[in-house]
Nanobody, 116 residues
Framework: QAQLVESGGGSVQAGGSRTLSCAAA????????MGWFRQPPGKEREFVAS????????YYADSVKGRFTISRDNAKNTAYLQMNSLKPEDTAVYYC?????????WGQGTQVTVSS
């Protein structure tokens, strides 16, 4: 069974940093595009960042551009989201996402809470 498991969530003060990890278990996700989405309290799930299967191309939501960095280590089947200069509005459940054609996988989510 393919599975994505996020880790690294927690509480942090505004201006701080946090790194999320997404470990892929099961079939190799090396050929999958990986991404991060988040769902703030009371809001819809929104796109945060994505990275191509080979790590060459990455994309960011305007709200995190310049503060967040997505990366991946295909040898470890793991994707990362480095979050710097965190703001209270970054508070959300963060979900890992993997996609290749019609195949889509989601992680269970990890909570990030940024206090002012």
């Amino acid at each position: 069974q393919a599975q994505l498991v996020e880790s690294g969530g927690g509480s942090v003060q505004a201006g701080g940093s946090r790194t999320l990890s997404c470990a892929a278990a099961g079939p190799s996700f090396r050929s999958y595009a990986m991404g991060w989405f988040r769902q703030p309290p009371g809001k819809e799930r929104e796109f945060v960042a994505s990275i191509s299967w080979d790590g060459v191309n990455s994309y960011y939501a305007d709200s995190v551009k310049g503060r967040f960095t997505i990366s991946r280590d295909n040898a470890k089947n793991t994707a990362y989201l480095q979050m710097n200069s965190l703001k209270p509005e970054d508070t959300a459940v963060y979900y890992c996402h993997a996609r290749r054609g019609p195949s889509v996988y989601w992680g269970q989510g990890t909570q990030v809470t940024v206090s002012s």
